[in-house]
């Protein structure tokens, strides 16, 4: 299982101590440093099942200075997943994907049922 996170977010914290206190195991992975690419956004995305909006981190920095608000929906999705993939702190996270799961954001309700089935 790959944990997406940025080290920094308050939330990517908590979800971390989640994982590690439910004795998940996972592969840590810094979206900055090692932003996901286009193939990997866009597997996940059809993996998923997701509005392509979900990816997307609606409360950064960027994607209001980007003022993607007004924006995305004129976008196609191909272009949606290539602008994921230009900046990690486009993506919301933390980011769990694994063979047969794919969660944005943490919500500790929807984890427990995903991940301790």
Sequence with gaps: MLFIEYPKCSTCKKAK?????????YTDRHIVENNPTYDELK???EKSDFPLKK??????????EMQLKDKLSAMSDEDKL????TDGMLVK???IVSDNVVLTGFK???????LLE
Excluded: C, M, Q
């Design 93 to 95: 996270r933390p980011l």
């Design 43 to 45: 597997e996940w995305y």
């Design 82 to 85: 290539k602008l994921l993939a």
């Design 55 to 64: 990816f997307f981190n609606t409360s950064g920095i960027l994607y209001r």
């Design 17 to 25: 101590k989640w994982l590690d206190a439910h004795n998940v195991e």
């Design 108 to 114: 500790e309700a929807e984890w427990a049922e995903r």
